[in-house]
């Protein structure tokens, strides 16, 4: 699986492109905000020959979910997500507490993701975690056969999300990560929703909150 990283918007969240050799794809978390952004991801798809399959967020924070109309009107993929993300603002609320406003609402999901669903595009199986307490239902995304994770906002290097937003709790947070995402391989590269890449044995050991 090949993997190509763009950091988005003014609160560089990290949207993830992933790929393999059937050239078929899926994005996670699509923060492509402005005309240029949208470009690059448009480009980088048409260059190498893709086919976008799957529109995946781990959660529906405005950061992550920006590029979602873009996607639905370039390439007719509606967002997947678990259903209790709905409990949340809508885009325009959020993004007016944040002082980013936008005239517009993004695409709802037709098709929720649980906890241990598999999501296939080409040869490719990503499974699906529940790990909430930064969000009621975020969802990070195991691939076991190319050794990784996608956390979103649930972890980071030496860091975790934030728990004072809509839905978010610490303790909830902590327990999750303990329970889902140390249990992984200890090798396991962690592809966090913002800021840089880290491993399994890296968090246990240096994470202060872990």
Known sequence: MQIKLFEFNPVHVNTYLIYDETKEAAIIDCGAFTPEERERVKEYIQFHGLKLKQ?????????????????????????????????????????????????????????????????????????????????PGSISYYCEADNCVFTGDALFRHDIGRTDLWGGNEETLISAIKNKLLTLPEDTEIYPGHGPASTVREEKQHNPYL
């Open 55 to 135: 529109l995946l967020n781990t959660h529906l924070h405005f950061d992550h979910i920006l590029g979602n109309h873009f996607i639905y009107d370039t390439y007719g993929l509606k967002p997947q997500y678990h259903e209790s993300e709905e409990s949340m603002p809508g885009l325009r609320k959020q993004t007016v507490i944040f002082g980013l406003p936008v005239d517009y609402e993004p695409v709802s999901g037709d098709h929720f993701i649980n906890d241990g669903d598999s999501i296939r595009f080409g040869n490719t199986t990503l499974k699906a975690l529940l790990t909430p307490g930064h969000s």
